[in-house]
């Protein structure tokens, strides 16, 4: 991940050490994020089988609860006088979840895949919430918070379909 070179010129009231650190983990998730959006859509696209539009509307729904929060991680980034890295080259580029095979097929495949890769974005959201707070940053830390919240309920949707 590129690292902070250039802080912009802003009023927040955190010190440059805390900002560049927040900026740093905060275009980390906005990899994270933006590729978890494009993986949950490539699900919606590539699912088939007899539970089709069921799954497919759920993905769509699942994806539209991600997006948001690519435009909210990125503005933070700026407010805090970073530069938002944000294009999908670079998403693909430093984005820490394994990729979504190409192979997929079945509705049980592809919410095993997205429950992986849900988990995942949750639980280091967890962490940037831990890091955040320690490191004076309530806002940053809310938006973990809020982050957190909304994909923990997007998985619990999609664990319901793999439990009996």
Same mark, same amino acid.
Request: some cysteine; proline content about 1%; glycine content about 4%.
């Given at each position: 991940m590129e690292k902070t070179k250039l802080l912009h010129s802003t009023s927040v009231h955190l010190?440059?050490?805390?900002? #560049?650190?927040?900026i740093d983990l905060l275009?980390? $998730?906005l990899a994270d994020?933006? =590729?978890?959006?494009?993986?949950?859509?490539?699900? $919606?696209?590539?699912?088939?089988?007899?539970?089709?539009?069921?799954? $497919?509307?759920l993905f769509d729904e699942l994806a539209a609860t991600v997006l948001p929060f690519v435009d909210e991680i990125a503005e933070r980034v700026t407010a805090l006088g970073g530069v938002a890295l944000?294009?999908?080259r670079l998403?693909?580029?430093?984005?820490?979840?394994?990729?979504?095979?190409?192979?997929? #097929?079945?509705?049980? =495949?592809? #919410?095993?895949?997205?429950v992986d890769r849900f988990a995942?974005?949750?639980?280091?959201?967890?962490?940037?919430?831990?890091?955040a707070s320690n490191a004076g940053d309530e806002a940053t830390a809310d938006l973990f918070i809020e982050m957190t919240r909304t994909l923990d309920k997007n998985l619990y949707f999609l664990e319901s379909h793999l439990q009996a």
């Open positions: 010190d440059e050490a805390t900002r #560049v650190q927040m275009n980390q $998730h994020m933006f =590729d978890l959006y494009s993986q949950t859509k490539q699900a $919606h696209w590539n699912v088939k089988g007899m539970n089709f539009i069921q799954l $497919h509307e944000g294009t999908a998403a693909a580029a430093n984005t820490r979840l394994t990729n979504m095979p190409t192979d997929l #097929v079945t509705g049980q =495949d592809f #919410v095993t895949a997205l995942f974005v949750a639980n280091n959201c967890r962490e940037a919430f831990d890091d």
